[in-house]
Protein backbone atom coordinates (compact mmCIF):
# COMPACT_ATOMS: atom_id res chain seq x y z
CA UNK A 1 0.00 0.00 0.00
CA UNK A 2 3.12 2.31 -0.19
CA UNK A 3 4.57 3.20 -3.31
CA UNK A 4 8.26 4.89 -3.93
CA UNK A 5 9.42 5.81 -6.84
CA UNK A 6 12.95 7.13 -7.41
CA UNK A 7 14.89 9.51 -9.31
CA UNK A 8 18.44 12.11 -9.66
CA UNK A 9 20.45 9.34 -10.70
CA UNK A 10 23.52 10.10 -12.92
CA UNK A 11 27.02 10.01 -13.87
CA UNK A 12 29.54 11.79 -12.36
CA UNK A 13 33.22 12.33 -11.73
CA UNK A 14 35.03 11.04 -8.35
CA UNK A 15 34.72 13.95 -6.03
CA UNK A 16 31.48 14.88 -7.45
CA UNK A 17 27.93 15.13 -5.53
CA UNK A 18 24.40 13.62 -6.07
CA UNK A 19 21.00 13.82 -4.68
CA UNK A 20 18.87 10.81 -5.30
CA UNK A 21 14.90 11.51 -4.03
CA UNK A 22 12.46 8.56 -3.42
CA UNK A 23 8.34 10.24 -4.33
CA UNK A 24 5.95 8.30 -1.45
CA UNK A 25 2.86 7.98 -2.06
CA UNK A 26 -0.26 5.12 -0.75
CA UNK A 27 -0.35 4.63 2.71
CA UNK A 28 2.50 5.67 4.00
CA UNK A 29 1.33 6.02 7.35
CA UNK A 30 1.76 2.19 7.80
CA UNK A 31 5.69 2.58 8.21
CA UNK A 32 7.82 5.54 10.19
CA UNK A 33 11.32 3.71 8.81
CA UNK A 34 12.59 4.18 5.57
CA UNK A 35 15.70 3.92 3.99
CA UNK A 36 18.45 3.22 0.64
CA UNK A 37 20.03 0.70 -0.25
CA UNK A 38 22.53 0.02 -3.23
CA UNK A 39 22.98 -2.97 -5.29
CA UNK A 40 25.10 -4.56 -8.23
CA UNK A 41 24.45 -6.25 -10.58
CA UNK A 42 25.39 -10.24 -9.27
CA UNK A 43 25.58 -8.89 -5.82
CA UNK A 44 23.27 -8.48 -2.89
CA UNK A 45 21.91 -5.59 -1.64
CA UNK A 46 23.34 -3.33 1.10
CA UNK A 47 21.94 -0.87 3.26
CA UNK A 48 23.69 2.61 2.79
CA UNK A 49 21.02 4.56 5.14
CA UNK A 50 17.81 4.67 7.49
CA UNK A 51 16.09 7.59 9.36
CA UNK A 52 13.39 6.70 12.05
CA UNK A 53 10.49 9.09 11.66
CA UNK A 54 11.87 10.28 15.16
CA UNK A 55 14.38 11.86 12.94
CA UNK A 56 17.38 9.47 13.75
CA UNK A 57 19.67 8.71 10.63
CA UNK A 58 21.79 6.09 10.64
CA UNK A 59 24.55 5.19 7.78
CA UNK A 60 26.57 2.46 6.50
CA UNK A 61 30.20 2.89 7.92
CA UNK A 62 31.15 2.95 3.54
CA UNK A 63 29.02 6.27 3.55
CA UNK A 64 29.24 7.79 6.73
CA UNK A 65 30.34 11.19 6.56
CA UNK A 66 29.80 11.57 3.05
CA UNK A 67 26.33 10.30 2.51
CA UNK A 68 22.92 12.41 4.27
CA UNK A 69 19.57 10.91 4.55
CA UNK A 70 16.33 13.19 5.00
CA UNK A 71 13.00 13.77 4.52
CA UNK A 72 10.44 16.05 2.88
CA UNK A 73 7.39 16.90 4.37
CA UNK A 74 4.56 14.61 5.49
CA UNK A 75 6.86 11.58 4.19
CA UNK A 76 6.16 13.40 0.74
CA UNK A 77 9.88 12.59 0.17
CA UNK A 78 12.62 11.04 1.20
CA UNK A 79 16.25 12.57 -0.42
CA UNK A 80 19.90 10.98 -0.17
CA UNK A 81 22.75 13.41 -0.53
CA UNK A 82 25.64 12.19 -1.39
CA UNK A 83 28.81 13.82 -1.48
CA UNK A 84 32.92 13.32 -2.11
CA UNK A 85 31.95 10.34 -4.65
CA UNK A 86 33.66 7.21 -5.29
CA UNK A 87 34.16 4.77 -7.87
CA UNK A 88 32.79 1.43 -5.40
CA UNK A 89 30.03 3.88 -4.99
CA UNK A 90 28.65 3.04 -8.58
CA UNK A 91 25.30 1.17 -7.41
CA UNK A 92 21.49 1.26 -8.39
CA UNK A 93 20.23 2.75 -5.56
CA UNK A 94 17.00 1.96 -4.36
CA UNK A 95 14.57 3.66 -1.80
CA UNK A 96 12.96 1.61 0.52
CA UNK A 97 10.15 0.85 3.81
CA UNK A 98 9.24 -1.18 6.08
CA UNK A 99 6.08 -2.50 6.74
CA UNK A 100 5.03 -1.81 10.09
CA UNK A 101 5.64 0.88 13.19
CA UNK A 102 9.25 0.10 14.73
CA UNK A 103 11.32 1.82 17.67
CA UNK A 104 13.92 3.71 15.74
CA UNK A 105 16.57 1.50 16.99
CA UNK A 106 14.90 -1.48 15.31
CA UNK A 107 14.86 0.92 12.25
CA UNK A 108 18.72 1.04 12.64
CA UNK A 109 19.28 -2.46 12.86
CA UNK A 110 16.79 -3.29 10.36
CA UNK A 111 19.75 -1.35 7.97
CA UNK A 112 21.66 -4.38 8.41
CA UNK A 113 19.41 -6.84 5.73
CA UNK A 114 17.08 -5.62 2.41
CA UNK A 115 14.90 -8.30 3.52
CA UNK A 116 13.36 -6.44 6.84
CA UNK A 117 12.11 -3.72 4.02
CA UNK A 118 8.99 -4.50 2.38
CA UNK A 119 8.59 -1.43 -0.14
CA UNK A 120 10.73 -0.62 -2.43
CA UNK A 121 11.05 1.82 -5.27
CA UNK A 122 12.30 0.78 -8.90
CA UNK A 123 15.91 2.06 -8.54
CA UNK A 124 17.06 4.85 -9.70
CA UNK A 125 20.77 4.47 -11.46
CA UNK A 126 24.14 6.31 -9.97
CA UNK A 127 27.66 5.84 -11.99
CA UNK A 128 31.17 7.11 -10.88
CA UNK A 129 34.00 7.92 -13.20
CA UNK A 130 37.56 8.49 -12.51
Known amino acids: QVQLVESGGGSVQTGGSLRLSCAAS????????MGWFRQIPGKEREGVAS???????YYSDSVKGRFTISRGKDKNALYLQMTNLEREDTAMYYC????????????????????????WGQGTQVTVSS
Open 96 to 119: AAVNGLISSENCRDRLKSATDFTY
Open 26 to 33: GATYRTNC
Open 51 to 57: RSDAGYT
